[in-house]
Every structure is written in C-alpha cells, then in structure tokens.
T-cell receptor, first 110, second 115 residues
Framework: RKEVEQDPGPFNVPEGATVAFNCTYS??????FFWYRQDCRKEPKLLMS???SGNEDGRFTAQLNRASQYISLLIRDSKLSDSATYLC???????????FGTGTRLLVSP | EAGVAQSPRYKIIEKRQSVAFWCNPI?????LYWYQQILGQGPKLLIQ????????DSQLPKDRFSAERLKGVDSTLKIQPAKLEDSAVYLC?????????????FGPGTRLLVL
C-alpha cells in the first residue's frame, strides 16, 4: 500500500464550480499534513497546511480526519488559474520527512 | 529574497555517463533536500542534509548516486553511471529548520533525460 494515495484525475470542471480532492495516508504516526500545488513544468509550492480543526484560506478549505487517515481539499468558485496538480503531503512524526502523493490534476475550463 | 537556485536546468546524457547537479539553498536555510520526481509521480526524497550532515539517505541508490554539502551551504548530487530509469526532474528544496511545520521551498529543478 502506498504511503499517500490520491486519485490522479484529471478532474475537469467549469469555471465557478466547486471541486473536492481526497487523500489517504497509511502511517498513523504522521504528524503534519499539507497541500502543495504544482503547475506544469514548475516546482511544487505550498498551498496550505492542514490542521486537525480544519482550516480555510479564501476559496480553499482543508480538512483532516485522523481516525480515518484522510485529508481533503475543497476549492470553491474555481478559476482558470486553479488548473494545476495538487499534491497531498504527509510529514512523519518527529522529523521533516515529507512523503508526497502522486498528485491530482485539475483542469478548469471556461 | 532569492529562492533556491539549481543548475543546470536541463541535461541530456547517454546511459552509463555521469552527471552532476548543483543546488544553492535560500540563504540561512540549514536543511537541504534532494528529491527525484518521475513523470506522473510525486517527488520522492533522496537525501536530506542538516547543515553539512546527512539526516536521511535511506532512499538514495548509493551504488550510483552520491551527494555532498561540504560547507553546509550549496550541494551537489551526482549520478554515476546513469541508467535510463534515472530520467526525471531532480528538485532541490530547503527549509530554515527541520521542524515538522516548517515550509520547504523548492528550486526550479533539473530535468534529466538519459538516452
């Protein structure tokens, strides 16, 4: 079983749509969680951290369910500029060893 | 603030040749990482340095890959000899500390094609 699993997509949505990505992780000792965004042929960049209580940043909402070892990212009112690959990232307890999922590709069309 | 610098940006070599990549992290960042990203996959950690010491190299294929960070600043990653399956983007990242919530900043990567 992969340490971090994501649906690779692509998710094709129209502008203005709401889209949700899910991610599961296998190591229950995982300490912290992130969503990174990677544009085509670019490097990954931190989108947001994911906290146990859930957190929101503008149109983006991240949720964590430790019992189910499940992370989600919700994007509301999708923009063309949201088209990218969204990487689910898990950090093992005690040290900064990031484990990346394969990414979910999002395509937002006019 | 300057970001993570990497060179070269692209490299094409034949199998069994050697290649080296260079990374200069963000100034003051003590922790440096090398990742390998194969097309369609997420980045995979190859090696992590804290200053000039290795913290984790468990996924580094040590029979052909080597890395160093002699002065605790910039770093080089070498492949010798290269195989076809080494074709990937090699990403360097840095963070100021090794704490779990610390953000890692990535460089633009070096795209390697092994023919």
């Amino acid at each position: 079983r992969k340490e971090v699993e994501q649906d690779p997509g692509p998710f094709n949505v129209p502008e203005g749509a709401t889209v949700a990505f899910n991610c599961t992780y296998s190591n229950s000792a995982s300490q912290s969680f992130f969503w990174y965004r990677q544009d085509c042929r670019k490097e990954p960049k931190l989108l947001m951290s994911v906290y146990s209580s859930g957190n929101e940043d503008g149109r983006f909402t991240a949720q964590l369910n430790r019992a189910s070892q499940y992370i989600s990212l919700l994007i509301r009112d999708s923009k063309l500029s949201d088209s990218a690959t969204y990487l689910c990232v898990v950090n093992l307890r005690g040290f900064q060893k990031l484990v990346f999922g394969t990414g979910t590709r999002l395509l937002v069309s006019p | 603030e300057a970001g993570v610098a990497q060179s070269p940006r692209y490299k094409i070599i034949e199998k069994r040749q050697s290649v080296a990549f260079w990374c200069n992290p963000i100034s003051g960042h003590a922790t440096l990482y090398w990742y390998q990203q194969i097309l369609g996959q997420g980045p995979k950690l190859l090696i992590q340095f804290q200053n000039n010491g290795v913290v984790d190299d468990s996924q580094l294929p040590k029979d052909r890959f080597s890395a160093e960070r002699l002065k605790g600043v910039d770093s080089t990653l070498k492949i010798q000899p290269a195989k076809l399956e080494d074709s990937a983007v090699y990403l360097c990242a840095s963070s100021s500390l090794h704490l779990s919530q610390e953000t890692q900043y990535f460089g633009p990567g070096t795209r390697l094609l092994v023919l």
